[in-house]
């Protein structure tokens, strides 16, 4: 089955550094790679994701990258803000089929310090 | 995105009783419903997969006969702690996805303690 490792554990950044997260997977035929923010006490939600067939996406200050090559795709956040800090999980999938899962990475505590 | 409801938002039992949680899918037909638990500082553990008007699809070492699953619309699933005990103390988590779609949404979870 897909096995997802995920790194840093634990990311500290002061206020507009930037973040980056990175994520391996192994199942060559995953081709869906979601990520989510998960706050305190609450249900994680879904930031961005990518499909395999685009290299990169972005939205405003996040971005995700992928390299199908190497299996391994990455989350950027630029000009953190304290609202930011979170744990960040990503996550790969097969695609197709009523039962196709998400394996997650094990998160990374993110800290933005003001 | 899709927007997920579930109730109750945290419930305290004892030891023993049975404990039902609800997930709506609010604004859309959720072919698809997840169900996980998540320990403290821990990731997601998927529990099972139920697709509407179906038996759902439990992970291995899950106990199908302790942890009840009803998917019975396309806008609602149930999850039943039967006899619980402290261990079963966790964050149970609903996710939908639909038919067809990719993309998979959260509720926002139901902590239990189970005393």
């Known amino acids: 089955g897909e096995n997802v490792e995920q790194h840093p554990s634990t990311l500290s950044v002061q206020e507009g550094d930037s973040a980056v997260i990175k994520c391996t997977y192994s199942d060559s035929a995953s081709n869906y790679f979601p990520w989510y923010k998960q706050e305190l006490g609450k249900g994680p939600q879904l930031i961005i994701d990518i499909r395999s067939n685009v290299g990169e996406k972005k939205d405003q200050r996040i971005a995700v990258t992928l390299n199908k090559t190497a299996k391994h795709f990455s989350l950027h956040i630029t000009e953190t803000q304290p609202e930011d800090s979170a744990v960040y999980f990503c996550?790969?999938?097969?695609?197709?089929?009523?039962?196709?899962?998400?394996?997650f990475g094990k998160g990374t505590l993110l800290t933005v310090n003001p | 995105g899709a927007v997920v409801s579930q109730h109750p938002s945290w419930v305290i039992c004892k030891s023993g009783t049975s404990v039902k949680i609800e997930c709506r899918s609010l604004d859309f037909q959720a072919t698809t419903m997840f169900w996980y638990r998540q320990f403290p500082k821990q990731s997601l553990m998927l529990m099972a997969t139920s697709n509407e008007g179906s038996k759902a699809t439990y992970e291995q070492g899950v106990e199908k006969d302790k942890f009840l699953i009803n998917h019975a619309s396309l806008t609602l699933s149930t999850l039943t702690v039967t006899s619980a005990h402290p261990e079963d103390s966790s964050f149970y988590i609903c996710?939908?996805?639909?038919?067809?779609?990719?993309?998979?949404?959260f509720g926002p979870g139901t902590r239990l303690l189970v005393l």
């Open positions: 996550a790969a999938s097969r695609s197709g089929g009523s039962n196709y899962k998400l394996t």
């Open positions: 996710s939908v996805r639909t038919s067809g779609g990719t993309a998979q949404y």
